[in-house]
């Protein structure tokens, strides 16, 4: 089901635009004006039979059409449903002007004759936003005006109703009928498709509805019901349509009254905040506030992100951004602004949007505690920021010490090589100058001891061994020049990514020169494997334990290695007791 | 003999060229890949190929795969490997189960050309050339109950050079000592270690390197 385009906003500051109060008094006036106009009128009338009965039923529908308009124009200004419901009550009126004996009147009544009910699936399918959210329910509603309205004036012109009517250009009653037959079983067609889209809104919205405003939704789809049953019934010319009309007037009635019960209901509704508040009080520590605001709102989908204005972006708890839903996906969004700012945003149900004022009661509850909330979301997405630039640094600083390594092994280490080589080859060709000779081969030996550096200097950059043959490889020669006996245990089926390794490789070498500088211990044991998606090394000894603090230094640039890549690195060393140490770095 | 050279430098693969034409080597390809080098394994009956363990394209383990891949494919054929480092790790993924006709030497071992030469030809014709690194490496290892205190400075002379797969003439020529000195070392040492005799001089190579490694 689609969302609202635009998400609701609820400002928690600053008053909201309410309407001009003399506006809202000026249309009350007209209101109570039309009613006794409808009297007037049908009493004067010198062609309404029961008189009295008809303008009662008239009113029946202008009087709580316009003023339960009015109680929601003033509750909740944000919408255009007061104002949609308060022209309902007048379209009615103005179709009533065709009891007037005076032409010009009598005219334009008749011309207004059938948009009441245009109106009415307006307002029914525009419920509770007084915006028509969808492209079928634009479609019916712009059907319902042009076929009330346009084709009434087409019927009007070709002279189908009555002698006084102004419009008549031309005198083809048999035409006239037939555009009217037309127009009846447009309306009753356009009547039932707004009561399918209304029962299909409400079993797909997945929440279950507060009482009153199931209560209202059946009287609107009632009310539907009935237009199409009357359409059907002045087609067909049924002799029971005078019968049907006074029941399709009665049932229409009815909406407002239980719009306004509804209302009413909401405002009762409110009391699911005290409990809200209750819980908050509770627990004043910042907590995820979805469970709570899920619960005092009564759905289960509910979820909460909050706006981080130095990120420009929404967060969930954990400060890991979220994208809030576009209006296709069948999720609403209601913005909750303090001081003009973002604060936090609601993505519920949409069927929450027709209890606007449980959306405002329990957001403004909630206001300190979702300031809160958002600070410790704030938090939390700058501890993440500052994760991910720490494992970018040590990241840049591998590659390039990665690109170090190679350089220095493809050109120094190289050209020494090759030079010595050449010095090997010249040697050859000495053969009788022993002098020569043994020069050469002190050239050749300080070349060897220059390489035999630029291999321990290239080593200790970066193990080239680890990013070409992998984790085992590397810690085999390790465990064969480590001071004390090692038992090496690598159960890996496949390579892990090679920051991962080199990791793994370095906490491996520390461990092990740790215990040969302190540790005194008599045997080493490593076991590297794969375990809940992370790989696991453990070193663990048989020495002396109780690692002093120069030991720890080493301990703790491993440990930042280890976190920079979402891993942990734990130390055990009680005195007396050997020394375990146990990384775990998270691995796809 | 007739061997193949797999080496991404220029300076370095134009120099071992020179090197083993000169000692009398007949170099019938010089290769920048190992791709280039698994062709020319198929299509020349090669003595032996010298791999560099770091080839093109990703200059981590193509060397390496492309001289076991020679191993497995052409038994006969000797696969000499060199590396700027040398890895325990490394030397026993490339012998495998075999240590005949196999090297694995540090790169820098091509400047002692008499050195390289002799363990060109000893892979070429099916012994072996381990790096005294790798060797040293091992003897130097920790362990908790060391058989090898048993031998005396002579022996574990004589094992070291045994374990980078000296002949017996290569022994005795090394350490100045007659044949028949060195066979008695040597099967002297195999009975302090417990290690059954074997008779070839490389299948020597992989019992003495496995017994050092366990």
């Known amino acids: 089901m689609a969302a609202s385009a635009a998400p609701r906003n609820i400002r928690l500051q600053g008053a909201p635009l309410a309407p001009w109060p003399r506006l809202l008094w000026a249309v009350g006036l007209a209101g109570l004006a039309a009613a006794i106009a409808t009297f007037a009128l049908a009493l004067t009338s010198d062609h309404v039979p029961e008189q009295g009965l008809q303008a009662a039923l008239v009113d029946w529908i202008t009087v709580p059409y316009i003023l339960g308009g009015l109680v929601a124009w003033w509750r909740r200004p944000d919408s255009r449903f007061g104002p949609l419901m308060i022209a309902a009550g007048f379209a009615m009126f103005v179709s009533t002007l065709q009891w007037a004996s005076a032409p010009l009147p009598y005219t334009i009544g008749l011309a207004f004759d059938l948009l009441p009910v245009a109106v009415l699936i307006h307002v029914f399918l525009a419920f509770p936003s007084g915006r028509l ?135 009762l509704a409110r009391s699911a905040v005290g409990d809200l508040v ?33 990120f420009e972006s929404w967060a969930d708890f954990d400060g890991r951004a979220v994208e809030l839903p576009t209006h296709d996906n069948g999720r609403a969004t209601t913005l909750i602004d303090r001081e003009g700012v973002h604060l936090a945003a609601l993505v519920h149900n949409p069927s929450l949007g027709d209890e606007p004022e449980r959306l405002d009661a329990v957001s403004a509850a909630a206001g300190i505690a979702l300031e809160n909330g958002r600070l410790h979301v704030d938090l939390r997405a700058r501890l993440e920021e500052l994760k991910g630039s720490r494992g970018r640094v040590i990241e840049a600083g591998q590659h390039e010490r990665q690109r170090l390594e190679r350089n220095l092994h493809d050109g120094a280490q190289q050209r020494l090589i090759a030079l010595s080589l050449e010095l090997g080859l010249l040697k050859e060709r000495l053969v009788g100058q022993p002098d020569a000779m043994s020069r050469l081969d002190q050239a050749r030996g300080e070349i060897a001891l220059s390489l035999e550096e630029l291999r321990d200097v290239a080593r200790g950059i970066h193990p080239a061994v680890v990013s070409g043959h992998g984790l085992g490889v590397a810690l085999e020669s390790l465990a064969a020049q480590a001071p004390v006996p090692v038992r090496l245990a690598v159960d890996l089926d496949a390579r892990v990514q090679e920051r991962i390794e080199v990791a793994a490789y370095y906490v491996v070498s520390e461990s092990l020169a740790n215990v040969g500088k302190h540790a005194e211990a008599s045997s080493v044991s490593v076991d590297v494997a794969r375990a809940n998606g992370s790989l696991v090394v453990e070193v663990v000894d048989d020495g002396v334990g109780g690692a002093d603090s120069e030991r720890g230094s080493g301990l703790r640039g491993l440990a930042d290695r280890v976190e920079a890549l979402g891993g942990r690195l734990r130390v055990w060393t009680p005195r007396g007791g050997g020394t375990r140490v146990r990384a775990e770095i998270p691995c796809a | ?81 060199l590396s700027q480092y040398v890895e325990l790790g490394l030397a026993m993924r490339l ?28 892979v070429a014709a099916g012994g072996s050339a381990i790096d005294p690194i790798i060797v040293s490496t091992l003897l130097s290892r920790r362990r908790s109950d060391d058989p090898l205190a048993t031998l005396t400075p002579r022996e574990h002379e004589v094992l070291e050079l045994m374990a980078t797969g000296s002949s017996n003439q290569g022994i005795a020529d090394a350490l100045v000592i007659t044949l028949r000195a060195v066979e008695k070392y040597v099967s002297s040492i195999f009975g302090k270690l417990g290690l059954p005799s074997t008779g070839s001089e490389s299948r020597r190579v992989l019992a003495v390197l496995l017994f050092l490694r366990s």
């Open chain 2, 1 to 81: 003999m007739r061997v193949a050279i797999a080496e991404d430098s220029v300076l370095l693969r134009e120099g071992l060229a020179r090197l083993l034409s000169d000692a009398g080597f007949d170099v019938v390809a010089q290769c920048e890949d190992a791709e280039e080098l698994l062709r020319k394994a198929n299509s020349h009956e090669l003595d032996a190929a010298i791999v560099d363990i770091r080839l093109p394209p990703t200059h981590n383990d193509e060397g390496l795969r492309a001289a076991i891949e020679i191993r497995d494919q052409h038994p006969s054929m000797g696969v000499l490997v």
């Open chain 2, 95 to 122: 012998l495998a189960d075999s240590a005949e006709g196999v090297g694995y030497l540090l790169k820098d071992r091509i400047s002692d050309i008499p050195e390289f030469v002799a363990a060109v030809e000893r």
């Open chain 1, 133 to 267: 959210e969808r492209d079928t329910e634009r479609a019916v509603v712009a059907a319902g005006y042009s076929v009330a309205a346009g084709l009434q004036l087409v019927k009007m012109l070709l002279g189908g109703v009555g002698t006084e009517n102004l419009l008549a250009a031309a005198a083809a009653p048999t035409a006239a009928n037939a555009v009217q037959d037309v127009q009846l079983v447009t309306l009753s067609a356009l009547a039932l498709t707004s009561f399918a889209l209304l029962v299909a809104r409400r079993r797909t919205s997945g929440r279950p509805l507060r009482r009153s405003v199931a209560l209202l939704i059946d009287s609107f789809a009632l009310g539907l019901v009935m237009i199409a049953a009357l359409m059907l019934a002045g087609a067909l010319e049924l002799s029971a349509f005078e019968t049907i009309r006074r029941i399709t007037f009665v049932v229409i009635g009815i909406a407002p009254v239980a719009f306004l019960i509804a209302l009413l209901d909401a405002r």
């Open chain 1, 278 to 310: 209750v819980e908050l009080d509770a627990d004043p520590a910042p907590t995820d506030l979805r469970d709570a605001l899920s619960r005092a709102l009564g759905d289960p989908s509910l979820t909460l992100a909050y706006w981080l204005p130095e």
